[in-house]
């Protein structure tokens, strides 16, 4: 069957246990592919406020682990959640380790992602996904999450 939405695919949490993404169907979604030993992981930080902030109207930011640049999510989900839990306060969805690069390999969720031909160059890339499940716009990892335009983007989405 072909991925038509978001909310078509399935994964697991950071701990493994089966997730479906249709759970976050009506929900305005940030989906980041995440690690822990980047120059941009203070970036946690603003993704936990925009989620703890916006959460009530719908909204939810998604950590995906990745070690596809740099090799800098190398950890175990253990060493990731204690990580992101202790240094930022991390309670936002945080999924398995997946690879987000297109080939052999790639996640479907990424593959999902990227049909608008923009693919993360860096961790931290950030896809605004609509409550029907379709991406409205890609945010390269040097927009963050306090930026205007990405703001501006996610206001919009969850007033539509």
Known sequence: MPVE???DLKTRSLQGAPADLADYR???VLAVNVASECGLT???KGLQALH???AARGFSVLGFP???FGGQEPGSPDQIQSFCERNYGVTFPMFA????????GQSPIYEFLTRGGHAPTWNFGKYLVGKDGQVI???SSDVTP????????IEQALAS
């Open 52 to 54: 703890s902030e916006l």
């Open 66 to 68: 990745s070690n596809d």
């Open 146 to 153: 306090d930026a205007k335009p990405l703001r501006d983007a």
């Open 97 to 104: 380790k997946l690879q987000t690069k297109a080939g052999a």
């Open 5 to 7: 939405s978001f909310h």
């Open 137 to 139: 716009r890609f945010f």
């Open 26 to 28: 009506g929900t305005v």
């Open 42 to 44: 203070p970036q946690y």
